[in-house]
């Protein structure tokens, strides 16, 4: 089945240069897949007029084109021009839409006590729309703008993360839009994620199972230390997603942990809720990762105590109770400290549940003995304890990211007993 081709444009000097992560591409690729759409291409370029014109001309081949930044009313903000240019319309001030910006810049120019005139170039500049164009809201004073151009939807979107995510509801329910999407047809989508495997052993799994069959599309990612295994699904091929998902669900049991989209540290609190403990972490290398991610997820507190972040060796003596001669005996990096700091953080803190983290994230500190890599977890509750270790030789961000995820797996092992 062949799907409409969206092309996607983020523009933003920062991002080439490297000063920033584009998060608007990832979040569109995976908005308009669900939607029935190819995410054929995902084009980054700066704000420079030539490099945007190209990207912008190359992307009206496709069915959608998605833009994001370039809209503010400085100089170097240049989507919407050079849309107009490359589509050949006139640009106009759309009154209406002059009015909304200038009242938000009105009192903008109050705030900061300022003349308003200051701000009527720009104002002029944000209301300025291709013919044919139609405003989608505002955000702040950058509107979302549709666009129909010799059968192209091309929706202008706003480049901070949040204003494009809240303009790109509006613009789904655009008539443009609308009527696109009544052109594609949304594909099934299904999920397995596997810890503790490699990519070359879930690929060779998926060729024993018989590779893709028709209308199924399987793509095989790294992802925070887990591999993922997504399978697109067109209309009318579920019975073919059925066996294959079922097939590799049985070959990768071992390392299989979930079906759904729901992250790691999710599914540990839930899995704490479920049983009615509380979870608590006692970190070194990690320096407060594992407690991070619990609490990036709403609702957390209700599970989640806190963390002791002992770096020092005296700190994990005084606040986790870690034995000075256990310390001196095996070493701060050892399993025998990781399990103390477990158990010290459960009496510490109070917590049914603790995990306790320790390791070399160098780029120093390693020695043949204990290189650079090596991190011992140890994860405690009321009815079982477990230690792992794992030598993971890399920067020591990775080290660090390594470690957060072995601790939480290690927490929802020995909740699940797996």
Not at 155 to 170: C, D, I, K, M
Not at 184 to 210: C, N
């Amino acid at each position: 089945m062949t799907r409409p081709r969206a092309l996607l444009v983020v523009t933003g000097s920062e991002l080439v240069r490297g000063e920033r992560t584009d998060r608007n591409g990832p979040f569109l690729a995976r908005e308009i897949l669900e939607r029935g759409f190819e995410p054929a291409r995902i084009t980054i370029v700066g704000d420079g007029e030539h490099e945007l014109e190209a990207a912008l001309r190359e992307g009206l081949a496709g069915d959608l084109l998605v833009t994001s930044g370039g809209l503010g009313p400085t100089h170097d903000d240049r989507t919407v021009e050079l849309l107009a240019r490359v589509t050949g319309r006139e640009l106009r001030v759309d009154e209406d839409l002059h009015g909304q910006i200038e009242t938000v810049s009105r009192r903008v120019a109050k705030r900061l006590r300022r003349p308003y005139a200051d701000f009527e170039p720009g104002v002029r500049k944000q209301a300025s729309l291709p013919d044919g164009a139609a405003s989608v809201g505002l955000a702040g004073t950058a509107p979302g703008l549709v666009l129909e151009h010799e059968g192209t939807v091309v929706v202008v979107l706003p480049g901070p993360p949040g204003e494009l995510q809240r303009l790109w509801a509006s613009a789904v329910e655009s008539e443009p839009m609308r009527g696109l999407l009544g052109r594609a047809r949304p594909p099934g989508r299904r999920v397995l994620r596997l810890f503790g495997v490699s990519e070359s052993a879930v690929s060779r799994a998926l060729e024993e199972a018989g590779g893709e069959p028709e209308g199924v599309e399987a793509t095989i990612c790294a992802r925070d230390f887990e591999i993922h295994v997504d399978l697109v699904v067109d209309p009318g091929a579920e019975g073919e997603a059925d066996a294959l998902e079922s097939a590799l669900a049985e070959s990768l049991e071992r390392w299989l942990f979930a079906r759904d989209e729901r992250t790691i540290e999710e599914q540990v609190l839930v899995l704490c809720r479920a049983r009615g403990l509380s979870l608590a972490t006692a970190e070194s290398c990690t320096g407060g990762l594992v407690a991070e991610r619990l609490t990036r997820v709403p609702g957390s507190s209700d599970v989640f105590l806190g963390a002791i972040v002992a770096y020092a060796d005296d700190v994990k003596a005084a606040q986790l109770g870690v034995p000075e001669a256990l310390i001196r005996e095996h070493g701060s990096v050892s399993a025998e400290v990781a399990a103390a700091m477990a158990s010290g953080a459960r009496e510490r803190l109070g917590a049914e549940v603790a995990v306790g983290v320790t390791g070399i994230a160098g780029p120093g500190g390693g020695t043949p003995e204990k290189p650079v890599g090596l991190c011992y977890v140890a994860a405690e509750t009321p009815d079982a304890a477990r230690v792992v270790d794992f030598s993971y030789p890399s920067d020591r961000e990775a080290v660090r990211s390594r470690a957060a995820a072995a601790a939480l797996h290690l927490v929802r092992r020995l909740l699940t007993q797996t």
